[in-house]
């Protein structure tokens, strides 16, 4: 089996990525079969088949799993059929089966490779396979497109019948392995359609992994589910993709009896069953109905299992045993790890440390151990003891666990803990929590299945029964195998082989079932699961977990691979992705690891400093190093240091513009890379040059000036979408809200309008985007009258603004000069922006034109700026200065305004300046009333910001034009009112 399994990972190597990403027609119909369906004489006349049969098909959302109930245990062979739409997703998406025995046995794996096609059909690709980010998407389409639907999508006609797509065919033979419940477990794509077909009759439920069940047909006008005893609150929601809303799901007793039931409102309908008396387990009947393709079933507080009869649904018994405390258990390890711990006798959980008198800290090399060794007795009376207790064994520290587990395994004379039998037990009986929360997909710390309280909070999406296959459960697998590894050789000073020999088995089916998880979309938390593997293959030896690490990072690192996610076109081209879709997760072109549709430089950092290094021995070289060069030479021309000069550490004492970025509260700069990037960086360079990293990136270098922007991917206004409305079992997205640091005050960030960053030796940056919001942006933005969406949320509906929309984005290097074009989002206004980049200054022109009559709450074009050791002064319309004051301050002449801002009126230039008096003056083509936000540092070590917003006309007519104009003008000395007056006349005469 192993050998096989490695065989098919030894197929993907970088050269067949290299060839799968340039695919773009349907391979040789050789690979495909087109005989009849199989349906098996026996299917639906023995008990439990209904759902087996070549002509059944599946459609994963990521996983299926089939509990499949073996009374002879006897071996059979599986034979599965895979269709693949190639319509949502990009990239090579393989699909992997295997078989995991009644006790715990990998038994059979196989992978099948993606069948070319890797392009995806734009067409009809009209949602994203992430959960989440699919029902935002379509709820904000819902809200914002007309009709409800996107523009010049088409829903796909294999959704209805997936059954005209070429099939291929794969089998596993199953050996013999007792009688007793079988899991064949498929990991695929969300384009995949698989059945699967037993060689003989195998009574057979469904279960979906750690996501939704799609619902195809009628499949389940009838199905059952078994309720164990101890059930809580069982959460059902059913999802629709597409209008009328018509599906409905009625849950009853098998007398017949209602229990509850659904009303198709919205695209989202639920109800939560709370059982009067559960004392003995039943099966429920689930009656699902609806009359259109896409809908998705969520179920949670019980096993998700379908069964296709009462009987099956008993005998199955949602895939676990319940003991005779109550424990319910779907794994056989789970409950030799129970029947042990049972059988401790409180003497065999005695330390005998205490008898060894008084600690010699002095003896210790490593005082972190010495005071891991001083923290002992605390973190063990932390441990509960009490056997009758449901927190049995569990420490109230999170990290008891590993630090105990590394005062058990120093071997040292002045450790009395080292290898006491009753520390490690103490250890072991910690970890077997952690062991029994191990479910059907083999992931934990996942409450899906267990018995929950489900509490309903309105406005809290992830407070309703929805079931997401997010690999969320990495670090805590390390909580498992961290204690394990830490202990080592003396785990046999205390517990049995057969204890560690289970522990093994079941961390190997974690690591198995990451071994085809989906890589790329969120960078820092797949490789967090990369590194997880590698850790617990420390202690099970798994020969998967390397060709594994080495398929996901040749996946991970090979640039433009996993294509596109965001389903809507994009005026950015890039030289990676499919057709003119640019790649916009994994690895892209402009060397770092994209995140949420975007760069996102925390998680790029993390992922590379952390992660990734840890993983080089899997990794091709070659790869990897190609990746940390490019996100280096990213990485220091977005650095700038603040004060104008050179640092003494490279990466310190810098600030870096994060308007191109998605968690700008969360970052204030790249992190802490040293590599030799030579004695300049980009910004202190005296070698005059213009440098473009694939269409998304603009460096431009004079004798006076550094700057930098962007024009890469627009930030997908559906991600702020998700302000949830909850009214009587019904579920609406319909506004915004700030979620994990995006946006403050109501304002959502905005990818910028023009200018990243202008730095100016001796000074450092001035102008400086850090996308907190729209003010903090160097963009163009106003206020509705009335909101576009529903309000309620934190992030203000009335905001609109030209960085939340797509745009046409030129550069021309050798002219210098960058242009954006593009159209308001709820506001009649098309606008264009162009930035030329002379040797001594920078001229912007923006120019905005209504089609139709418009009144707005207000209209604004803002300018960010560092706020750190800068001066600011303010020049009138007659150019006489009025003020001067610290960045960080006020002047005496602001004017205070209701949300936290000062009005400044008249303002025809300012001035920002160092002390050495080398800064950036910028000139307005007039006089402008001018908005001065807050400073702000997001975390200790970050740049403060603020800005000068320009007020502009808010009431505008068909067809009339505004025009703004500024010009940027760097200096290595103190202006003089004089000089002011001169060089103004000369750029505006």
Known sequence: MVSNFIRGFVMRTLSSALSLYAATTCPAADKFWDEDPVVPQWRGVAPGTDYLGSDVLWRPREWLIFHMLDEEGAGFTLDFTVRDMNVYMQGPRPSMFWVVGPRDEVLAMEMLEDDGVVTGDESCRDGIYDIWHDYRYREWHRVHSPGGYPAGKRRSPLLENPQVLPHRRISLTVPAAGAGLYRVLVVASWDHWISVTPSRPLATGIHPGPGPLYIVANRFATTYLYMPPGVKDIGLSLVEEIQPYNWAARLENLAGDKLHETVPRTFMSYFIHRPERNDEGTVLRLCLTGETTGAHLHVVGLPFVLCPDPETAARIAGGLQIDNKGRWTFLHGQRVINEWADGIKPNELALHAGSKGEINHKAFDDAEMSKLISEAPALLATQCLDATASDYGVFSEDAALVKLAKVAGCEHPANPYHGDPGLIRRVALGLRPLFNSQTPFLWHLRTHDWPIDIEVRDGEFFSLPVRVAWHWDARSVNKLSGPIIAMGDVLSYALSKDLTDTWRKLLVLRENSVL????????????????????????????????????????????????????????????????????????????????????????????????????????????????????????????LPRKGVATKDRFRDIASPTDFCFRTQQHAMLGALTPDMGPFWPALSSEPFVRVLDN?????????????????????????????????????????????????????????????????????????????????????????????????????????????????????????????????????????????????????????????????????????????????????????????????????????????????????????????????????????????????????????????????????????????????????????AETLVMGTKDLYP
């Open 516 to 639: 085809n998880m989906h890589v790329g979309e969120v960078a820092n938390q797949w490789t967090y699961a990369l590194c997880d593997a590698l850790q617990s293959w420390k202690f099970t030896a798994n020969p998967e977990v390397p060709f594994m690490l080495r398929r996901h990072l040749d996946i991970l690192l090979t640039p433009g691979l996993m294509g596109r996610l965001n389903p809507d076109p994009t005026n950015y081209r890039s030289a990676l992705g499919y057709g003119d879709r640019p790649a916009d997760i994994g690895l892209v072109g402009a060397g770092y690891l994209s995140e949420s549709l975007g760069y996102d430089i925390q998680y790029s950092a993390w992922s590379q400093e952390g992660n990734l290094n840890q993983l080089r021995d899997y990794a091709d070289g070659a790869l990897l190093d190609s990746f940390i060069d490019g996100y280096n030479r990213l990485k220091s021309h977005v650095s």
């Open 696 to 976: 998304a990136f603009f460096f431009i270098n004079t004798p006076d000036y550094y700057a930098v922007s962007y024009g890469g991917h627009a930030q997908s206004d559906f991600e702020f979408f998700q302000l949830t409305r909850i009214v009587d079992g019904s579920v609406e997205v319909n506004g915004y809200i700030e979620s994990e640091g995006r946006g403050i005050r109501g304002r959502k960030s905005a990818k910028p309008g023009g200018l990243s960053a202008v730095f100016v030796r001796n000074c450092g940056p001035t102008l400086l985007g850090f996308n907190r919001d729209v003010m903090y942006s160097n963009t163009t933005w106003g206020r509705l009258l009335k909101p576009a969406c529903l309000a309620g949320g934190n992030l203000d509906p009335h905001i609109f603004c030209c960085g939340f929309v797509d745009q046409e984005v030129s550069f021309d290097p050798e002219a210098r000069v960058m242009r954006r074009r593009g159209a308001m989002r709820h506001a009649p206004l098309a606008f264009t922006r162009t930035v030329r980049f002379l040797d001594d200054r920078i001229e912007a022109a923006v120019d905005i034109r209504a089609s139709e009559n418009i009144a707005l709450g207000g209209l604004f074009e803002s300018l960010p700026f560092m706020v750190d050791g800068l001066t600011v002064r303010l020049f009138d319309a007659e150019l006489a200065e009025t003020a001067s004051f610290a960045a960080d301050s006020l002047p005496s002449s602001a004017l205070p305004l209701e949300d936290g801002t000062w009005r400044l009126p008249s303002i025809r230039a300012f001035d920002l300046s160092a002390p050495s008096g080398a800064g950036a003056l910028l000139v307005f083509d007039r006089a402008y009333d001018m908005i001065l936000c807050e400073s702000f540092r997001f975390r200790a070590e970050a740049a403060a910001a603020r800005s000068l917003t320009l007020v502009l006309p808010n009431v505008l007519s068909a067809g009339s034009e505004l025009k703004i104009r500024y010009t940027i003008k760097p200096h290595q000395e103190h202006l003089s």
